[in-house]
Nanobody, 123 residues
Framework: QVQLVESGGGLVPAGGSLRLSCVAS????????MSWFRQPPGKEREFVAAISRSGGTDYGDSVKGRFTISRDNAKNTVYLQMNSLEPHDTAVYYC?????????????????WGQGTQVTISS
């Protein structure tokens, strides 16, 4: 059984920064791609960022240049550094793990999901 536990969410003013963490347990962390998705209030879940087994990355258009995804395989952890936060970044942020090693924006390729962490940006 794979478990993903997110942390680091909170309330920050516009222009601020947050770093989300996701710790994985129950699998060989280094095998698969990891990603972050988010679900704004009243909207569908959307892709934020992904990192491949080898460290290749992909970002959603709305976060490119502001967010950075990284992973520490020794700690079984993936991070999302979020800078220049804006009110439209307000959402529940979910960590997801895939069996495949390549990056993908497609939710169905992600086998495991965390419970989510709330990020709220005040204007």
């Amino acid at each position: 059984q794979v478990q993903l536990v997110e942390s680091g969410g909170g309330l920050v003013p516009a222009g601020g920064s947050l770093r989300l963490s996701c710790v994985a347990s129950g699998r060989t962390f280094t095998n698969g791609a990891m990603s972050w998705f988010r679900q704004p209030p009243g909207k569908e879940r959307e892709f934020v960022a992904a990192i491949s087994r080898s460290g290749g990355t992909d970002y959603g258009d709305s976060v490119k240049g502001r967010f950075t995804i990284s992973r520490d395989n020794a700690k079984n952890t993936v991070y999302l550094q979020m800078n220049s936060l804006e009110p439209h970044d307000t959402a529940v942020y979910y960590c997801a793990a895939a069996s495949a090693g390549w990056v993908t924006r497609v939710e169905r390729y992600y086998n495991y999901w965390g419970q989510g962490t709330q990020v709220t940006i005040s204007s």
